[in-house]
């Protein structure tokens, strides 16, 4: 079971995204709220790639509206990267989370549901044809690049792929939670600068 038989051939990006909204490739559509597909340009020259919507994404419906997304438009800004110039995606277009009480806590998703959702990802990617992928975190650097991508070792590097380049770092969350966040976020700024400067 995957996403490939609901992803419509040869679509736009607004044909895609009303065709993920229902979407049962895996079993994630059953508990959250709704799909949360990709956003930007459809000519963007720079595609980011998260992980998967966190609880305020599902709400919202949109990507990167939480604290996440609040980290990463900051360092997007102090990078000199336009945010409202770039598509903003995520490996796994579904929320994945346990119930404890009333809060629903972030569970990373399996290999089984990362491939499940690939063909959306394709799909995104096949219709922007952007210069530059950015991989924030392990989940997608692994989608991206391959499946044994090492983010502690590669982060920050251009790596040629044969549609694009691509640099991966570190998901803004980890950032949050790191325990020396300036330094963290430091990092996190200079792989951005590496994106900023591969962009010419
Ligand atoms: N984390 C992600 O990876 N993506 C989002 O959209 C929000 C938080």
């Known amino acids: ?9 040869g679509a736009d990006l607004a044909t895609l995204r009303r065709a993920a ?9 059953r508990h959250a709220q709704q799909t949360v597909f990709g956003e930007g340009p459809d000519d963007a020259r720079v595609v980011l790639i998260g992980e998967q ?6 709400v919202a419906g949109h990507p990167f509206v939480g604290p996440a997304g609040r980290l990463l438009d900051r360092a997007l800004d102090e990078a000199g990267i336009d945010r409202a110039a770039t598509y903003l995606t995520n490996a ?7 119930e404890r009480g009333k809060r629903r806590i972030h569970q990373q998703p399996g290999r089984g549901e990362i ?19 950015v991989c924030l975190g392990a989940v ?18 251009v790596i040629e792929m044969p549609d694009y380049r691509t640099v991966a770092t570190v998901h803004p969350s980890a950032v949050l939670r790191a325990p020396d966040r300036d330094a963290a976020y430091r990092e996190f700024l200079a792989d951005l600068r590496v994106v900023r400067t591969a962009m010419g």
């Not at 796994?92 to 346990?98: G, I, L, P």
């Not at 499946?147 to 070792?153: D, E, I, L, M, N």
């Open 21 to 29: 909204a229902g979407c049962h490739g895996c079993d994630l559509y």
């Open 92 to 98: 796994v277009k579904h929320f994945k989370f346990v």
């Open 53 to 58: 919507p966190g609880d305020r994404e599902d």
């Open 115 to 133: 491939t499940a959702c690939a063909p959306w990802l394709t799909a995104e990617l096949a219709t922007i044809r952007p210069e530059l992928v």
């Open 1 to 9: 079971m995957d996403a490939g038989e609901f992803v419509p051939d």
């Open 140 to 157: 997608a650097a692994r989608a991206v690049v391959s499946p044994s991508f090492r983010v502690s070792r590669q982060r920050g590097e």
